[in-house]
């Protein structure tokens, strides 16, 4: 089997969330670390899934602190955020400044002051002289598996020149919009830089391919409280293979259904509505006549 006919298989099955063929798995499965991914804090309980409340933030936050000895050889999971919604500011950046816990938050860069639902490039600036991490969650939340060449270069080498021109800093972490990649968009990461690519699946090691390191989290939920994380990262095995399959179900739904049908499922099964959290865009099947993006 080729190199790159073995990478393609692999690609495909972490996306999928399947385990991975024996020859492929006795590479190094990196550290053990468990990521978590937040995407709003609200002030009060939000009947949108993945708006978690202040209140229920700073009890994770407070569970975390106390799970900072390693657990089980494993080191705290790192904490994330993707989309920039303007509550990461307002609400979670004030209780991480409480604990000594820091965290990566991930920005959709057309986004940035651009409306009073997303944050500022003043205030990402403080996020990062306060010791925490801004990095890419690409241009404008398209699915990078819908966008045609050009569109995906200008989604990774775009926000990414933007938030390093803005913020003085290196991008080289990229989380997927809707955790979904492939390997165009792997590709795509390592010619504009990128040597992480966070993604959806947690259940599945870590695994570098063409020299991109394939990070998968948790995807918290306002169900979630700090027990249910701890939970998480603690996993037996028998509990991991039962989420991957789990996960491995749901990827075979939304191939069944398509991006479009799943999202709208995904929106109702979320109570997302319009206003609650930064909309996933799926409308840009890809064009296979564009040039590239002129770097
Ligand atoms: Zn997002």
Aim: proline letters at 4%; charged letters at 25%.
């Amino acid at each position: 089997m080729s190199a790159r006919i073995a990478e393609d298989g692999l690609v495909k099955a972490i996306s999928e969330g399947r385990r991975v063929g024996s020859s492929l798995r006795n590479q190094p499965s990196g550290e053990e670390q468990w990521r978590l991914a937040y995407h709003e804090i609200s002030p009060e309980a939000s009947e949108y899934r993945y708006s978690v409340s202040a209140k229920q933030f700073g009890e994770h936050l407070v569970a975390l602190s106390s799970a900072s000895r390693p657990i089980r050889d494993r080191a705290i999971p790192q904490i994330t955020f993707d989309d920039g919604h303007r509550s990461i500011f307002d609400y979670a950046f004030p209780l991480l400044q409480k604990s000594a816990l820091k965290a990566t938050f991930f920005v959709v860069t057309a986004f940035v002051d651009s409306n009073d639902q997303c944050v500022s490039w003043d205030q990402l600036r403080e996020l990062v002289s306060a010791g925490h991490q801004v990095q890419s969650h690409g241009w404008s939340h398209r699915l990078l598996t819908r966008c045609s060449r050009r569109e995906l270069e200008i989604e990774l080498i775009k926000s990414k020149r933007e938030i390093e021109d803005r913020l003085g800093v290196e991008i080289t972490a990229l989380s997927a919009p809707g955790g979904r990649f492939d390997k165009s968009v792997i590709a795509t990461c390592r010619k504009a830089g990128y040597s992480e690519l966070y993604h959806s699946n947690p259940w599945i090691p870590d695994r570098t391919i063409h020299d991109v390191r394939l990070k998968g989290r948790v995807m918290v939920t306002n169900g979630m409280d700090g027990s249910a994380l701890c939970s998480h990262t603690q996993a037996s095995r028998i509990r991991k293979l039962y989420f991957r399959a789990r996960y491995a179900g749901k990827s075979k739904l939304r191939t069944l259904l398509g991006d479009e049908v799943y999202h709208k499922l995904w929106c109702s099964l979320a109570n997302w509505k319009p206003g609650s959290g930064i909309e996933l865009r799926v409308d840009h099947p890809k064009k296979a006549t564009e040039q590239p993006y002129k770097t």
